[in-house]
Each structure stands twice: as structure tokens, then as C-alpha cells.
């Protein structure tokens, strides 16, 4: 069996479903929110037509704002993102359907359309309001960065200067509210002290949706190893990255410097070494995909855009992954981590009362 025909049939088995595109803020900055147009053909690492041609059959879209946002404009601005996923559903009924859950992604693949689910990138979206978080549940937004570049009041980021620690009493409260809504814990973006105390924290599987290993990359961004260890026990998801600053050292330190020279080459080679490592200390039921189109201005050569996952299937193919492994990292794993939560998430956090604090 060739590495293409193993990498069929793990598809086959799960769909692609990647942890974090930016196509929302994309149309946000380029296309004043539009949804027209967006068959085929596109200068955004996102079309209908790639997105079909990379076997994605779900994708949590980023509703994301900048951290400069704050305060009531954040919120507003995270609805705008919302609001657009909704549009482009109701505009692509063939193409596109809103999911919650598990089941509605294999509901989706069972109609030929691609799941859409929401992932809310920073927790200066909240404006500290633990009622916009329900509010944000409830319109389905199934995950939380807990925050972006930035600290918020109540957990440390990965790329500020540390305040407090990790998270606050507050943050673990949040925590707490977040496991009773179903609502998955995203720790991209936040500092190893962050990701502990939330790991401490947590009854529930978290997730990384758009990182890599620091092991093999030193940037701040990235996961370290003794965080990986503890997925095996949490039961979360690593979701590997294709950003090319968090995948090699060399191309990070051009990309922070004066761009003077030719870019370090960064291919797919590079970010089956991360899927790998990440495979070696969380273990293989602990890694997924997620690849931030549309989030950054460049990407390894062969996975410029959405239609790129088939290829990065195939080398680890090549490096002796079979279909059931491959088809676990395509999809599988964080689809496993959706059902967990999803009974929490489908209550609407009815089932008790929502925490005070």
C-alpha cells in the first residue's frame, strides 16, 4: 500500500478537523465581513474548494480580536466574528453546517458538508464577564483561549510579562465554570505556568488548538514537555501548528529580526517533526492539527493553504503512521475530547447553577 492510499483510507476514517483558521478575521480585515465570493480562487489560505481538497470536514473558526480590543468593543467585535460564521452557513447551505458537537460533525459528514464550530481566541473577549461567557456558550462557541498576547486579569499569557503566576483564584473560578458549560479550556497562548494551574485545575480534557513543541522550537508559543506528559492523564489534545516561527528556531529568530535576508526554509518535514515528538511524550492519542490559516502572513512550503493536509498525511505515512493512527490525529483525538464535554455543552450549564463569582 502506497503512503496515498493509506492516507485515503485513514480519511475515510475521520475527516480533518483542524483546531484554529482565522478566516472570520481575514474577512473581517480584507472583505468587510463578506461572505460572497468565496467559492474558489482567493489571495486567503481559505476557499471552499481548498478546504474540500484538504479533507476538512470540520474546523473550529476562530472568533477572535486583538488584544488591543477591550472592554465592551471586544465583546461586540466577537459577536461581528459570530455573527459571520453564522452568515457563511446560511449563505454555503451545501458546503457549510453549524455544529456543537461530535454528533453534529458526523451528522454533517454524513450530508457532505464541512462542521463549523467556534472557538473564542482570548479571554479579553469576556470584558471579565462570567454572563458574556455563558452568552457565548450558548450561541455555540465550543472553546476559550484563556488568552491571547496579552495577560488578562486573571491568567498569564505565554508572550507578557507574568503577574500572576499562572491563574488568579479568579481564573480558577472561571475553570470551574467553564467545565460546568461544557466549554473547552484552550491553552495556545498561555505561559507553562498558566497551562499547570489550568491543568490542576480542570475535571475536563483541554486542548492546545494551534501549538507546537519547545522541545524542537524554543518560542514562547509552544507547549514544553513536562505539560505534554500530563495530556496522557488529562485525556487533551495537542494541535499542532503549521505557523513556521513555532516550528523552527532559525526561521523565528529571521522573522523577529530586520527580514534582510532570504527566509529559512521551513517545510511539512518540519511539522512531522512536531506531530512526532508531540506522539512520543503525549502519546498518539494526544495529537492533532491545527494549522492557524489565515492567522499568519507565511507557512511551510507545501502547506500554503487549507488543501495542504493531505500532503503533511502522507509524510507521516511515509514515516510508518497507519491509517488508524493518521485518521486519530486528523480527527479523531479531539472529536473524542468534543463527546466528553459534549452532554455539559448540550445542557446549556442548566443542569446547576451557574457559579458566582
Known amino acids: 500500500m502506497t503512503s496515498h492510499d493509506t492516507v485515503q483510507q485513514a480519511l475515510a476514517l475521520s475527516p480533518v478537523v483542524d483546531g ?68 457563511l452557513v446560511a449563505r454555503y ?10 454528533a ?20 479579553h473577549s469576556l470584558n471579565d464577564s462570567p454572563a458574556v461567557l455563558r452568552m457565548l456558550a450558548r450561541l455555540g462557541v465550543r472553546y476559550l483561549t484563556l488568552t491571547h498576547t496579552k495577560n488578562t486579569s486573571w491568567a498569564d499569557s505565554a508572550t507578557d510579562e507574568p503577574r500572576h503566576g499562572g491563574l488568579t483564584e479568579r ?6 465554570e467553564l467545565d460546568r458549560l461544557g466549554m473547552l479550556l484552550d491553552l495556545s497562548h498561555v505561559a507553562p505556568s498558566t497551562m499547570h494551574a489550568a491543568l490542576d485545575a480542570t475535571t475536563s480534557p483541554v486542548i492546545f488548538s494551534h501549538s507546537s513543541c519547545r522541545a524542537l522550537a524554543a518560542h514562547p508559543r509552544n507547549v514544553p514537555d513536562d505539560v505534554l506528559a500530563r495530556l496522557a492523564t488529562n485525556g487533551g489534545v495537542i494541535m499542532i501548528t503549521f505557523v513556521p516561527q513555532f516550528l523552527s528556531d532559525d526561521f523565528a529568530a529571521w522573522y523577529d529580526g530586520d527580514r534582510s535576508t532570504p527566509a529559512p526554509v521551513v517545510t511539512i518535514a518540519d511539522v512531522a517533526d512536531h506531530v512526532e515528538h508531540a506522539r512520543s511524550v503525549a502519546g498518539v492519542r494526544h495529537v492533532g492539527l491545527g494549522g492557524d490559516f489565515d492567522g499568519t502572513d507565511m507557512f511551510p512550503v507545501g502547506l500554503e493553504g487549507v488543501d495542504g493536509y493531505p500532503a503533511l498525511l502522507e ?6 503512521w497507519d491509517a488508524d493512527e493518521l485518521a486519530a490525529l486528523a480527527g479523531g483525538n479531539v472529536l473524542r475530547v468534543l463527546e466528553q464535554t459534549d452532554a455539559a455543552f448540550a445542557s446549556g450549564g442548566h443542569t446547576f447553577p451557574a457559579l458566582e463569582f
Open 315 to 320: 509524510e507521516l505515512a511515509g514515516r510508518g
Open 93 to 102: 447551505p451545501d458546503d457549510f453546517v453549524i455544529a456543537r458537537s461530535a
Open 104 to 123: 453534529d460533525v458526523a451528522q454533517a459528514r454524513r450530508t457532505g458538508r464541512i462542521a463549523s464550530l467556534l472557538g473564542a481566541e482570548g479571554a
Open 20 to 87: 484554529h483558521n482565522d478566516w472570520a478575521w481575514e474577512c473581517r480585515s480584507n472583505r468587510g465581513y463578506s461572505v460572497e465570493g468565496l467559492e474558489r480562487g482567493l489571495g486567503s489560505d481559505t476557499d471552499i474548494e481548498r478546504l474540500r481538497a484538504g479533507g476538512v470536514g470540520a474546523q473550529f473558526w476562530s472568533v477572535w480580536v486583538e488584544d488591543v480590543v477591550d472592554g465592551e468593543r471586544a465583546v461586540q467585535s466577537t459577536l461581528e466574528q459570530i455573527d459571520w460564521v453564522y452568515r
Open 171 to 176: 481564573g480558577v473560578r472561571y475553570v470551574a
